[in-house]
């Protein structure tokens, strides 16, 4: 890590081990800078007191070493980043008036994606900064790891089952939900389609109805009309001397007949005018009859009328006409046939479902099991580590339980609330001396402690885990001596799984570093970059006789360090 213009840091560059670094210096040399700074890139928050004095901004970078194809590597590329030589650059800036930017791998990016990445690089054990397995998921997770194929084989059947379960219920949902909808169409159309059956209607019903209820109205008139029309074209029987217009025309038939052979002319209009006879004729029966037929009955009137209201309420509701009410049933008739098609596809998934969640449930109650067992080795292996580290009053225990849900499935014969990973809500408790109540690992112990407990899940878990580094802020608060040592010799044996990096005031913690890094300030009071050096040979001597007796000169702090230092090599 570079960094420049953060707290009394003026620029200095971080190089840290692959394996195990410990950060050593003065009380206010700037050690905690180191956190500060790995938590600017992790995305914490953006304090503008932490800019230098007199400086526009401070500005963190990172390089980040992580194989193609990791998950952070993954998230970063799909965020636009580029990967340097199988490395990952990230920079955060943070300006004295609180504006925070960030970029990982030359692009810049919300600080969010900091944080996403954060959890598959990082993990942090500080006093007032906890990450990894903090974090109950995280908890659950490592748990699984641990427990090996006796988790890892009911859990990917567990994850199969679950997914299909899930595809099924939307799609059973989403058919129940349109089948309410659906139902109600159904209801309507059937109503729709009895209604127009008990009518019984007729394609053109509607028009020839509205011409005989027209004819019907006006029966007399149009009978006096017909009457009166036939009488002036074939006369009246009443009126033997009356004129009529066949007498008139036959009259003039006769009159050209008589001399049509002079003419040709005047023949083919003889012959039109008897053609105008004949149709005269015609007209004049069709009148009489027309007379005769004509119907004046009102009961027929009314019959029509009401046969005509009954129709009027068809093609108000489902057509403009008749021949549109008949179109309106013929395809009603169609779509509820369709729509009655349904339940039997809800039935199947009705049956699956309910086979899915008994899959489930039985392959939850084998996770827990599985989870039950392992938390009770873990417990036994963390709580054996706490005894070497100065914490031997220590219990520490997983809670694994399950949210009753009456939506879920069957566990131990209650119905409990599931998810992707199972049923279990796993919690890493800690009961720090005889008679106290297990307690989230946050709240049951101080600062000091939790880094130790963490360190001792740490060392449990090393190799399950997949974070690749690890960050240790007060893991020695309130211990030293043998205690020390132990935690030295934990944090070592970490490193050899991981990247571990380490800010301690104990020399025998820092002997059991492969780098030691020291922080130290210039007479100004602050740090350049020559302040963050590596300590090698007799240099690093002189740093753990100061660690030891405040002395860098004192003989026998010079043989205590090197008799640590000799401590620590036999042990690696």
Not at 83 to 106: N, P
């Amino acid at each position: 890590m570079r960094i420049r213009s953060l707290g009394v840091i003026d620029d200095a560059v971080v190089e840290l081990s692959p394996g195990f670094t410990a950060v050593t210096g003065e009380t206010g040399a700037g050690k905690t800078m180191v956190v500060t700074s790995l938590g600017l890139l992790l995305g914490g928050r953006a304090d503008p007191a932490l800019v230098r004095i007199g400086s526009e901004k401070a500005v963190v970078e990172g390089r980040v070493t992580m194989p193609p194809g990791t998950s952070a590597a993954v998230r970063a590329e799909e965020a636009g980043a580029e990967l340097d030589d199988g490395a990952l650059l990230i920079s955060r800036t943070v300006s004295a008036e609180g504006r925070s930017r960030a970029h990982v791998g030359g692009r810049s990016v919300p600080v969010g994606l900091l944080v996403e990445l954060a959890d598959d690089l990082v993990a942090v054990h500080g006093q007032t900064d906890q990450q990894g397995l903090l974090k109950l998921n995280r908890q659950r997770q490592a748990l699984d790891r641990y427990a090996g194929d006796g988790v890892a084989v009911p859990l990917v059947k567990y994850g199969e089952a679950y997914r299909r379960l899930r595809a099924v219920a939307v799609e059973l949902e989403e058919i129940v939900t349109r089948a309410r909808e659906r139902a109600q169409e159904a209801d309507m159309l059937r109503y729709g389609l009895d209604e127009i059956a008990g009518v019984e209607p007729r394609a053109g019903e509607d028009v020839e109805l509205a011409e005989e209820a027209e004819r019907l109205g006006h029966a007399e008139a149009l009978a006096s009309a017909a009457t009166a029309a036939h009488a002036a074209l074939a006369g009246n029987p009443e009126d033997p001397e009356g004129i009529d217009a066949a007498t008139l025309v036959a009259g003039a038939h006769r009159a050209l007949e008589a001399v049509r052979s002079h003419d040709p002319a005047l023949a083919a209009l003889a012959d039109r005018i008897g053609e105008i006879g004949i149709l005269l004729g015609d007209a004049a029966g069709e009148l009489a009859g027309y007379a005769d037929d004509l119907d004046a009955d009102p009961l027929r009137l009314a019959a029509v009328e009401e046969r005509r209201a009954a129709l009027t309420a068809l093609t108000r509701k489902y057509g403009e006409d008749i021949e549109a009410v008949l179109a309106w049933a013929e395809q009603g008739a169609a779509r509820l046939t369709q729509l009655d098609g349904d339940d039997e596809r809800i039935e199947e998934l009705t049956a699956e479902r309910d086979a899915l969640r008994a899959e489930l449930g039985g392959l939850a109650q084998t996770l827990t099991d599985a989870r039950t067992e392992a938390a009770e080795r873990f417990a036994a292996a963390v709580t054996a580590e706490l005894g070497s580290l100065a914490m031997p009053h220590a219990r520490v225990s997983f809670a694994i339980r399950q949210t009753e849900d009456p939506e879920g499935v069957e566990v131990g014969g209650r119905a409990v609330a599931y998810g992707p990973s199972g049923a279990d809500e796993v919690e890493l408790l800690l009961a720090p001396h005889p008679g106290a109540p297990p307690r989230p690992i946050a709240k049951g112990a101080s600062g000091g402690e939790l880094s130790r407990v963490m360190l001792a899940v740490e060392v449990v878990f090393a190799g399950t885990d997949p974070v690749p580094t690890y960050l240790f802020d007060e893991v020695d608060a309130g211990v030293g001596g043998k205690a020390a040592v132990e935690i030295g010799r934990r944090l070592a044996k970490l490193a050899k799984s991981a990247q571990v990096v380490v800010v301690t005031h104990l020399p025998q913690v820092a002997a059991f570093a492969d780098r030691q890094l020291l922080v130290e300030k210039t007479n100004d009071g602050t740090v350049t970059r020559s302040g963050v050096k590596v300590l090698e040979g007799e240099e690093r001597v002189r740093e753990l006789s100061r660690m030891l007796a405040g002395q860098e000169d004192s003989e026998t702090a010079r043989a205590h360090a090197e008799e640590l230092l000799a401590t620590a090599r036999a042990d690696n």
